[in-house]
């Protein structure tokens, strides 16, 4: 019996590979959080030593017009064997996507080839016909957070905070969204599959924190692709995102952290939404709860400035998140660009409360 | 056997997707789309391994199939292993193909999408950009996202990216030849083709509902009623 317990969970073991990777950006982590893969980027460089080819040449894996049915399997199989031979021309061939879509998307498209040879060999001929490339499969496929994942020990011993309540010393509870196609598609392409996926999890624990369990944790964000890119059916969308907060709402969570950018931004502006519809927000101070990307939070508890992280692109105020730990900020940086200019201020919301300009 | 289950057959994801269902009911009882609307993926299952060729066809002419979400909550525990958001996929390339799409009202949404991200893909490389995410379109978006993309360039570069310009980093300008790389790949694979047929029949339903269409961009009739218009039938 603990044989076949150990071989069932071996099936959910993931392989993370540690050097010389091609980093495939996100267009949604691209718009809204651009400083997410900055942090990324720095992390696994200076941090941890890494070889990481940013390829300018890289574009879309289609994976939104996929879902949103305007782009064939055909298609989507063979731009993403593009990607894949773009790859070939750096010499590495660890991949790592970053984004829980196109996650998604490689590992569909590569499961179909290792299932139907015939698909297999009719993309490479597309591909040469197309474009005159050849590709090969990368060796390994892991999502960013994975890579991060892998290394949250070692991170850990360069982080001056901990995600700990620094006024009353208990560990701060944390909602982790890992986003549908990150481990619904494919379980055991997650370490821990899909009702234990470690990822997210074994970061805030290992940096202090305390996870929350609520009856809704894996319910989709509600993006839905079309039920979100048309606005006739965004209704669809924020009814969905409605579901998690309520049930998450009891269990008063300090912050959510996210995998997939798409799942930040909606539970981020959703709030705003619901907010100024009906008045109504999930946390006791009409603010909100704060919602990061697992970039954000592994770049504060580093020091990073969080300004240069962009925190001040999220609707709901980070601020009293940040004290609660103690990390410092300057407030009149917050809003100054690239020049080091001031940019003025947002408008402020009419029901979810602010604190710009603090 | 029928037209359409023939069509249905020839996509291999019809044939990963779709093993011996047994009714059970455990996709609709996951299914974030069933919950809102009048939608249930175990009888869509149903209706396909039935292969009754009227039934499968009423499925591509009505709003049915255009309600999931494809959140492959289904995927994860369907108790045999079939996918029902791969299933409505390849039913949704069936309707686009056949034209039978435009016949209902989320079905005619699928031009709203290709005016929107299709267009993206091909002019910029991106599937969706800061430049069209418009506050104008996107009031829920609010007013931090509205600073943003005012002030889109100093933002964006100040956190390390690259906006717009040469070079590799975040909103980089994609080169060109890379552009012309996957706009060859869309017309050898059939991608524009299911643009073209797109434009098509959306062409023609906007004639016969009398709808003012124009053959680009988004500042048209048509375009706003495919975008916007909601009848409210939809719901539970
Ligand atoms: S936004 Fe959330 S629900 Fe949507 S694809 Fe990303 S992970 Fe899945
Ligand atoms: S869960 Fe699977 S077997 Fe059960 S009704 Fe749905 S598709 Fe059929
Ligand atoms: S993929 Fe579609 S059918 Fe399956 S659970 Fe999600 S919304 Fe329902």
Known sequence: MEEITKKYWKDYQKEIADDNFYYERSCIRQSFFPGSEAAFLKILREILGKNVIDDPNQHTCTGIGYHSDI??????????????????????????????????IFNEVVETWNHFPEEYEKTKHFLKQATGRDFEIPQNISHASDIIYKYRKELKEKMPYRLVNRHTGKPLRVVEHIGCHYSKLFAKKSEGGMEFSKVLVGMIEEWGGEVVDYPE????????????????????????????FESMQPYKPDFIVANCPGCAMFMDRWQYTIAEMEGTTYDDNKMGIPVLTYEEMAGFLLGFNPWDLGLQLHQVQVEPLLDKIGIPYDPKDKYVGKSGNFLGEPEKPENLITVYGK | MGKFYDLLMQDVRFVEGLNACMNCGVCTAICPAAEIYKYDPRQICDIVQSRNEEKIKELLLTDTIWYCGQCMSCKARCPRGNTPGLIISVLRKISQETGLFTNSEKGRQQFAIKRTVGENILNTGYCVHIDIVNPKLHPEQGPVWKWYYENKEEIADRLGANYNKDGSGALRKIPQQNLDEVKKIFEVTGGLDLFNKIEKYSESAAKSMNIYFEKEGINNEYFFQTYMENSGKHEN
């Open chain 1, 71 to 104: 782009v064939p399997f055909d298609t989507t199989m063979t731009v993403v064997a593009r990607i894949f031979s773009l790859m070939k021309d750096h010499g590495v061939n660890n991949f790592i996507p970053s984004c829980v879509t196109s996650f998604g």
């Open chain 1, 217 to 244: 944790r894996r319910h989709c964000c509600g993006f839905g692709f079309r039920q979100y890119i048309v606005m006739a059916n965004r209704g669809y969308s924020v009814a969905n995102t409605k579901k998690k």
